[in-house]
Each structure stands twice: as C-alpha cells, then as structure tokens.
C-alpha cells in the first residue's frame, strides 16, 4: 500500500486548506485513516481519524470544530479540510492507514497505523 498526500502550503491565519491522501495497492473499505502532524523536535500527535466501515470520525480537541475528515470511497481517497487556521498548526502533515477497523482508544495511536504517506508541509504565518 502506498500513501500520496498533497495539499499543504503556506496560508495566512484564519485561512484555509484542504489536504488530500491517496491510497494504491488496497482500499480503504475497512480500514482505518488518520492525520497526524509533527513540529521539528516534538512527537507527532493525532490530528483527526475516520473509520471506513461506519464512517465515524475522531478529532483531537486542538481541531474540533475547524477540521473535517472526509472520504472519497470511489477514489480511495481521505481529505481533511482545515479551516480557521492558526500558527500553532504549522507542520508536517501525514497520513496513515491501517486494515483494522479501530476502536476510539486505539485511533489516537500512531503505533496502530501500518502504512505512513510522506508528509506534507502546512505553514501558517502572516
């Protein structure tokens, strides 16, 4: 399986973007896709999740209420628009995925994710 995330960029405060994740080689029908980002010199934290097989989606506190997950199941694809944008988004965003259908304590986990795409950058700065 491999991951594909595009998206990121450079946007001003309160602005917005929409980052995307890709998956080939499997589909997501009963997985598990997440967003985790990473400051330079700080562990990576969960961003948002959803589970495919009911649809149901976590987010860490941080976003609630201005990111959204989503899935495209005839692209294989998982977005997360992210609105209001502050600083203190600015990282390294990732996606992964794993087969499993997790269970809300275990999507916050990145040691429960299989499959890792790249990265992609999100700056946000005036």
């Known amino acids: 399986v491999q991951l594909q995330a595009s998206g990121g960029g450079l946007v001003q405060p309160g602005g917005c973007l929409r980052l995307?994740?890709?998956?080939?080689?499997?589909?997501?029908?009963?997985?598990?896709t997440a967003w985790f980002r990473q400051v330079s010199g700080q562990e990576r934290e969960f961003v948002a999740g959803?589970?495919?097989?009911?649809?149901?989606?976590f987010y860490a506190n941080s976003v609630k209420g201005r990111f959204t997950i989503s899935r495209d199941s005839a692209q294989n694809t998982v977005h997360l628009q992210m609105n209001s944008l502050k600083p203190e988004d600015t990282a390294v965003y990732y996606c992964s995925a794993t087969p499993r259908g997790l269970i809300a304590s275990e999507i916050r986990r990145d040691a429960n994710y299989d499959y890792w795409g790249p990265g992609t950058q999100v700056t946000v700065s005036s």
């Open positions: 959803l589970r495919w097989s009911d649809n149901n989606k």
């Open positions: 995307s994740c890709a998956a080939s080689g499997r589909t997501f029908s009963r997985s598990t």
